[in-house]
Structure formats: C-alpha cells, structure tokens
C-alpha cells in the first residue's frame, strides 16, 4: 500500500504485512521506523460497524462551500466543520465518522488488547466518534467520492447515490448504468459527477437535478478509474486504454492506447499522465496524446503511481519483491509541469527504474 498525504512535500510510504510497518524517506530510502504490532504506537483508533469488508475509503477535510440561505443570499461556510472519514462496504452501507484529533480520547471497538482478527460483532453505537450509517444500495459499495458536505457512492447495484453527509439525506439515486459501477469522480466546480461501470460507460451527472447529462462511450470493458483535473477528465479501464474527456461538453479528446494490460493505476494534471498496467509505467503528453517515455518496464505489475509537483512515487511488483521508486522532475517551470520538455527529463542510460530506485529490504 502507498500512502500519500504530500503536507509540505512530504511522503510518506508504507508497507503493511505480516503486522509489519515500514516507513521509507522519499528521498534516502532510509527506513524510518519497524515494529510488529503491540508496539506501534499509531494504532489509537478502531472503529467497528461494517459486517462486511470495507472497499473503499476517504478522509475529508473541511473546505469552503458555497451555501444559500433561508433569505435566498449565497454565502460561502466550512463544510464539514471538522475533519470526517467516510467507508463504503460489501455490506451495502456507507459510515461517517469524526476523524480523532491529537490527544482526543482513544477508541478501540474490541478492547485495546483485543484480537483484531475476532469475528466478534462490534457495537458501533459505543463509538464517539460515530456519526451517520447510511442505508440504500442494495449491493457492495465499490467507490465513493466526497467535496464539502456532498457525498457520491457507486455500486455494484449498478446504481450512483448522491448523499448530503451532514443529514444523512440521499438526495438523488442515478440510475442508467446497466452494470457495476466501479468508480466515481466528484466536481464540485461544475457541480457534476463521473461514473465508471462495467458496461464500458462514463456517464455525466447533474449533481442540481440529478439528470445524466452525457453517456460517454468508447470503452470496450470495466471502466474501473476515473481522474479529474480543471481541464480534463481521463478514464482508466480493463481495455487497456485510457481516454482523455473534455468535462464540459464530454467530447472525446484522446485514446491513449499502449498498454498491454488493464490500466491498474494512474495520475494526471494539466500537462501530463502517469499510468501503471502489466509490465509498464509510462509518461503521456496529455495534451496530445503521446508517449514520453516507458519510466518502468521488465515489471510483474504496477500497484499505484502518485505524484506531487517535481516529485513522482511508483509502487511496482518485480521477481516477487514490492518495489517503490522515487523520480525527480526537477524544479517546474510551471507550477505542475516538469522543467524544460519530457524528452529532456529521461536519459538512455539510467538504470531500468529510473532516476532513483529503493527496494524495501
């Protein structure tokens, strides 16, 4: 698993198995901080609820929201007004939870010296920090997306659920999708969403009155990532291809078609495209549609690929060992562009993982 909070540059990766924790500097490889479990002192919360796995999960923090008032003036709040976390689940239900600040009261659903792989069923009335069990789908929960108070869940009930989680109302179920759906993008500037199902589609909500505004299509297969930037909204899926959209009008703006497998990951932004299938890693131009530059190849896979300003972190799987590789773009002309052009970034002689590579002993 590859975490990316990027506060101030920082990254933070860690590898979780076997109740190992792992933490790598972004820019030594040095391992931090190991230990098994009863001694990792960041487990300060469990919450219990969900009767099934948690497929998806979000942290949201409060921003600044437009909201009308009574007397039909618009103003702009802080929605949520604190930090919440927000999981969706094969149970068919959605949770909202209080995030716990520094020095809050502790919270262990089984007890702190419990058996976290107990079947015990946990009481989730008894958690503090509890604050909505939303109920509607009639299927898993396989993605979710929330900005300000609005909350958007996809399922595998083929349906898309718009929720306001500070009441709990679910204000619109968006109906159209003929299979699972499998990923779900939210823009709040636009006030639309993007659904990805298994049916090949992208479909375009009205999040204002709940109507499908376009069905894009193109895609032969799960359409399982979505991506969304100011300018463009990109579609990763099982065909192997990725396809850049213009969110406004939903015009098709390029097929990026090389890879060889499912797209398993990606990023992009106004300039370029990351993303990871079998065997590859690559560099796209967004704005034409073109390959830069294979990053990685000779791989079992890609797991995740993010990256912030001038620096890029990929999670790979080579000869059964996880592989996390750091790249430096160097300092951006433009805010979000690598310095000078991508075909100057990448020379022939560095080794098959690019510029940096560390391999987790």
């Given amino acids: 698993m590859v975490v990316s909070s990027l506060p101030q540059m920082t990254i933070l990766f860690i590898y979780i198995a076997l109740r190992l924790a792992i933490y790598f500097d972004p820019l030594t490889g040095i391992k931090?901080?190991?230990?098994?479990?009863?001694?990792l002192r960041t487990l300060s919360h469990v919450f219990g609820g969900h009767t099934s796995t948690v497929r998806c999960l979000t942290i949201v923090k409060p921003e600044w929201v437009d909201v009308v008032q009574e007397s039909g003036i618009a103003t702009k709040e802080k929605w949520p007004k604190r930090s919440v976390i927000v999981t969706g689940s094969r149970d068919h239900s959605l949770r909202v939870w209080t995030l716990p600040k520094p020095g809050e009261a502790e919270h262990h659903c089984y007890g702190e010296d419990a058996d976290l792989d107990s079947e015990d069923v946990c009481d989730a009335e008894k958690n503090p920090y509890r604050r909505l069990h939303l109920e509607g789908h009639d299927q898993a929960i396989r993605a979710l997306a929330v900005r300000g108070r609005t909350l958007v869940s996809g399922s595998y009930d083929c349906n898309v659920r718009v929720w306001d989680i500070i009441t709990g109302e679910c204000k619109f179920v968006l109906t159209g999708h003929t299979q699972k759906v499998y990923s779900i993008a939210l823009d709040p500037t636009r006030n639309q969403a993007y659904s990805g199902s298994m049916d090949g589609t992208v479909r375009v909500w009205n999040l204002q009155s709940g109507q499908c505004q376009h069905t894009l299509i193109g895609h032969t297969s799960l359409v399982g990532l979505l991506g969304l930037s100011p300018s463009y909204l990109v579609s990763g899926a099982a065909d192997a291809t990725l396809r850049i959209w213009d969110p406004d009008t939903g015009e098709l703006k390029h097929t990026l078609a090389a890879h060889t497998g499912a797209i398993t990951c990606f990023q992009h932004d106004e300039f370029k495209v990351l993303s990871g299938s079998d065997g590859a890693l690559k560099l796209w131009n967004i704005h034409d549609g073109t390959v830069v530059k294979d990053?990685?190849?000779g791989i079992t896979g890609v797991w995740q690929v993010v990256f912030e300003g001038r620096w890029c972190v990929s999670a790979s799987s080579k000869n059964d060992t996880t592989v996390l590789d750091v790249w430096d773009f160097g300092d951006p002309d433009i805010e979000g562009s690598p310095?000078?052009?991508?075909?100057?970034?990448?020379?022939?002689?560095?080794?098959?993982h690019g510029e940096v590579g560390f391999v987790p002993p």
């Avoid at 310095?339 to 098959?352: L, M, V, W």
């Fill in 32 to 39: 931090e901080v190991s230990g098994h479990w009863p001694q």
């Fill in 295 to 297: 990053l990685l190849t």
């Fill in 339 to 352: 310095k000078g052009s991508y075909d100057d970034e990448f020379t022939d002689d560095e080794d098959e």
